[in-house]
């Protein structure tokens, strides 16, 4: 049942704020606000909340446990894994939450079809940095 929620929760409300709230308005054109003051504002707020949530990511799931639900890999951390680095398109890092950091790292290694899946992400990310250097 936890597994279940969590994809719930990183379906919906995670997603809603890393993508609608902080990537996509930074991003792609089409999901910024009508001003860039409104834009900058929700952006703000957004970031306000997706840290709020890695807290509650490092201090509760992830305090005592390998993965968000225990001792294995379950699809809740593929979800949430593949939700969050979103947030790398517009240079989000998670190294202020360790536990966060090393959890990501370490389902970017397990996951088998993670590579083949995330390609795109990667070569984005990647273009994105090659840009600001």
Not at 30 to 36: F, I, M, Q, T, V
Not at 39 to 66: A, C, F, H, P
Not at 68 to 79: E, F, H
Not at 86 to 105: C, D, I, T, Y
Request: charged share 25%; glycine share 4%.
């Amino acid at each position: 049942m936890q597994v279940e929620s969590i994809i719930a929760w990183a379906s919906s409300e995670l997603h809603r704020i890393v993508g609608y709230r902080c990537a996509y308005p930074q991003s792609l054109k089409k999901y910024s606000l009508a001003s860039r003051a409104a834009t900058e504002v929700l952006v703000k707020s957004g970031t306000e909340q997706l840290i709020t949530n890695l807290e509650m990511l490092e201090k509760l799931y992830l305090k005592d446990n390998v993965y968000l639900c225990g001792g294995q890999v379950t699809m809740a951390d593929i979800v949430v894994a593949t939700t969050l680095i979103q947030a790398e398109w517009v240079g989000f890092s998670f190294r202020m939450w360790p536990k966060v950091f090393k959890w990501l790292k370490l389902i970017e290694q397990v996951v088998e079809f993670w590579e083949d899946v995330h390609k795109t992400h990667t070569d984005y990310v990647n273009e994105l940095k090659e840009a600001l250097d």
